[in-house]
């Protein structure tokens, strides 16, 4: 849920990821991955990255990692899932 509220709250100000970065003082990767809903870039963010992502989106930390509201649970229940599937090469080294 936090990469949905990070992003729903930057497209509000009409910011890209670049400039929020800028404005958390954050490497881009590192506040894309706050954003990413894929498990591979997702990863637990520190309190200082918070506060700094908080400040720079004019909102508060509290705000970002609320509970989800109701209408926030049917929308994740009712997102379309991707789902990949890895594929392993089945020829053989001779």
Do not use: C, W
Not at 33 to 51: G, H, I, Q, V
């Amino acid at each position: 849920l936090l990469p949905r509220r990070i992003s729903q709250i930057r497209l509000t100000l009409e910011l890209t990821q670049e400039a929020a970065a800028s404005r958390a003082n954050l490497p881009f990767p590192t506040y894309q991955a706050l954003e990413s809903r894929s498990e591979k870039k997702r990863f637990n963010p520190t309190l200082d990255t918070l506060f700094r992502v908080a400040h720079a989106l004019e909102t508060s930390v509290s705000d970002l990692t609320k509970p989800p509201t109701e209408e926030e649970v049917f929308a994740l229940m009712n997102e379309p899932k991707t789902i990949t599937k890895r594929v392993k090469s089945s020829k053989r080294r001779v």
